[in-house]
């Protein structure tokens, strides 16, 4: 019976840290650094965050973009 909760601990728990990294993708920022279809992106508060995305959409370093989903957008002007 504790061997049954325990891998039913274990697979709830998976489950959590698959879900939340799905959320994790969704970042707005200036971008810090593109190496291949990674990209890394500085937010308002200094902190660095890199993610794989499906295309770069022509991101140079010093643009502000939104990253969802894996894909990278820019903003309106005077956004963000």
Aim: net charge positive; aromatic share 4%; glycine share 12%.
């Amino acid at each position: 019976m504790a061997k049954r909760i325990l891998v039913l601990l274990i697979a709830v728990m998976f489950t959590f840290a698959v879900v939340s990294l799905g959320f994790a993708a969704d970042i707005k920022g200036t971008v810090a650094k593109i190496d291949g279809k990674k990209i890394t992106v500085k937010d308002n508060k200094g902190k660095e965050t890199t993610v794989e995305v499906k295309d770069t959409a022509g991101a140079k370093v010093g643009d502000k973009v939104e990253i969802k989903d894996g894909k990278v957008t820019k903003p309106a002007a005077g956004g963000y």
